[in-house]
């Protein structure tokens, strides 16, 4: 009899502890759902670190920009000369021979006000993943090798906005005999 009593004492405590409220609800086909969730934006201050041992997801984030120095940028004229120019041309503005040949879209000016405006982020990104008809060019150019070339680009950029007037002599003599 024991037994019994003790079988019926553990039922009568498990359907006391049972609570059925939320057990079922009707199922809520709209997308309205969700707009109720909460969400944390990218850059909230909440996100300012990652919680503890997670690992970052995504092609090269843990990584940083290098700080742009000379080398660098020259390294990025190396990649941009040997990559990027056949379609953009040798200056950035979009002429070239293979630009010629491009007759369904003609490559973008990386001199024009609307890549300019991009950040040196997005630039990177365009260079990762492709745009349009350019390929991706992640496999290509490792995360420091693209962000020199953003580099370079926008030393083109700066390069194609100097006044003659304003350059040393040495240099303004070279370009003027160099000019076509």
């Known amino acids: 009899m024991s037994a019994a009593r003790l079988f019926a ?3 009568a405590l498990a359907l006391v502890g049972c609570d059925e409220s939320q057990a079922w609800h009707e199922p809520d086909f709209s997308l309205a759902r969700m707009q109720e969730q909460p969400r944390i934006d990218p ?21 940083a920009p290098s700080p742009i120095t000379r080398p660098v940028v020259e390294r990025g004229r190396a990649h941009f000369q040997t990559i990027c120019a056949a379609c953009h041309g040798i200056r950035g503005d979009g002429e070239s021979v293979v630009a ?6 003609k490559p973008a000016s990386l001199l024009d006000a609307r890549v300019r405006a991009l950040s040196d982020a997005q ?14 060019f992640a496999d290509a150019l490792p995360y420091d090798e693209r962000t020199a070339t953003v580099a370079y680009v926008r030393a083109l950029e700066v390069a194609q906005g100097v006044d003659v007037t304003l350059l040393p002599p040495a240099v303004a003599a070279t370009l003027a005999r160099e000019a076509p």
């Open 9 to 11: 004492g553990l039922v």
């Open 43 to 63: 850059f909230d201050p909440q996100m300012s670190a990652p919680p503890p041992f997670t690992v970052a997801c995504g092609a090269d984030s843990h990584l």
């Open 100 to 105: 010629t040949k491009m007759l369904l879209r």
């Open 123 to 136: 630039l990177e990104g365009v260079i990762a993943r492709g745009y349009g008809l350019m390929p991706p």
